[in-house]
């Protein structure tokens, strides 16, 4: 079949197929607004994954099934469709995809675990964006205003309840050290920590031994800074190194 151009302007470029252009361009900057929206929070919090992932992640999955519901339209609407497309499995190919998104932003470094808030957050924006893609644009506006109110909200509130603090820490020690488990935790009582004898890991070689082990305040009101407490610990003897890093997991 022989197409002339006047033919394909008004089967690609007539009044219908502007109505759905602009009906999905909105989807489109509907859901980077919104992704971006909720993106401001973790670049706010100095997260790696800011405005301009998010919203692109809202964009596309709003594209991505905006698309599905004019399949009529493909190919100029000249195009047979034997079965019409599931859209639950777009949806599911969406979300799996922006799954593995999240998980290259969950870093662990030691025993900290960071990013699980961004990777969730970020499958959100796509969950916002198939909300846009289908026409329910108030559940996708609540849903975004619901992430961030939770998300700013929450993180308060943790910061006022009552949690445990845990530092992993690395000694090397002199190699005529005295130290046992039971000195180690003698040390630590006074500054109420609490040694966990089972995560001690010794490494020992001829310019030292090297102690390995986990702490824990109960009450993180008491605890003092984690400054005061390297200085008081490098002030024992035998200590030539000393690392502390916070344990998150």
């Given at each position: 079949m022989i197409y002339t151009w006047q033919d394909l302007l008004a089967q690609y470029w007539?009044?219908?197929?502007?109505?759905?252009?602009?009906?999905?361009?909105?989807?489109?900057?509907?859901?980077?607004?919104?992704?971006?929206?909720?993106?401001?929070?973790?670049?706010?919090?100095?997260?790696?994954?800011?405005m301009r992932t998010y919203g692109l992640v809202c964009m596309a999955s709003a594209a991505a099934v905006s698309?599905?519901?004019?399949?009529?339209?493909?190919?100029?609407?000249?195009?047979?469709?034997?079965?019409?497309?599931?859209?639950?499995?777009?949806?599911?190919?969406?979300?799996?995809?922006?799954?593995?998104?999240?998980?290259?932003?969950?870093?662990?470094?030691?025993?900290?675990?960071?990013g699980l808030t961004s990777a969730a957050s970020v499958w959100m924006s796509s969950v916002i964006g198939i909300l846009i893609g289908v026409g329910f644009y108030g559940a996708?506006?609540?849903?975004t205003l619901l992430c961030m109110v939770f998300v700013t909200v929450v993180n308060r509130i943790e910061?006022?309840?009552?949690?445990?603090?845990?530092?992993?820490?690395n000694v090397k020690l002199s190699p005529e050290h005295n130290w046992t488990v039971e000195t180690l935790a003698g040390r630590l009582n006074p500054f109420g920590l609490r040694l966990h004898e089972e995560s001690i890991s010794i490494q020992a070689d001829a310019s030292g031994t090297r102690w390995s082990?986990?702490?824990?305040?109960?009450?993180?009101?008491?605890?003092?800074?984690?400054?005061?407490?390297?200085?008081?610990i490098m002030a024992a003897d035998h200590i030539l190194e000393l690392d502390l890093q916070p344990a998150r997991n």
């Amino acid at each position: 079949m022989i197409y002339t151009w006047q033919d394909l302007l008004a089967q690609y470029w007539g009044g219908a197929k502007w109505q759905i252009n602009l009906l999905v361009i909105a989807n489109l900057l509907g859901g980077l607004c919104l992704g971006s929206l909720l993106g401001y929070e973790r670049w706010y919090n100095g997260r790696a994954a800011g405005m301009r992932t998010y919203g692109l992640v809202c964009m596309a999955s709003a594209a991505a099934v905006s698309i599905i519901g004019y399949v009529g339209y493909w190919y100029g609407g000249d195009a047979p469709v034997a079965t019409p497309p599931d859209m639950t499995r777009v949806a599911q190919g969406v979300l799996t995809g922006i799954g593995f998104l999240g998980a290259g932003m969950i870093m662990k470094e030691g025993l900290s675990i960071s990013g699980l808030t961004s990777a969730a957050s970020v499958w959100m924006s796509s969950v916002i964006g198939i909300l846009i893609g289908v026409g329910f644009y108030g559940a996708a506006i609540a849903l975004t205003l619901l992430c961030m109110v939770f998300v700013t909200v929450v993180n308060r509130i943790e910061s006022i309840l009552p949690r445990r603090v845990s530092l992993f820490v690395n000694v090397k020690l002199s190699p005529e050290h005295n130290w046992t488990v039971e000195t180690l935790a003698g040390r630590l009582n006074p500054f109420g920590l609490r040694l966990h004898e089972e995560s001690i890991s010794i490494q020992a070689d001829a310019s030292g031994t090297r102690w390995s082990f986990m702490i824990s305040a109960q009450n993180r009101r008491t605890f003092i800074s984690v400054v005061d407490l390297a200085r008081d610990i490098m002030a024992a003897d035998h200590i030539l190194e000393l690392d502390l890093q916070p344990a998150r997991n």
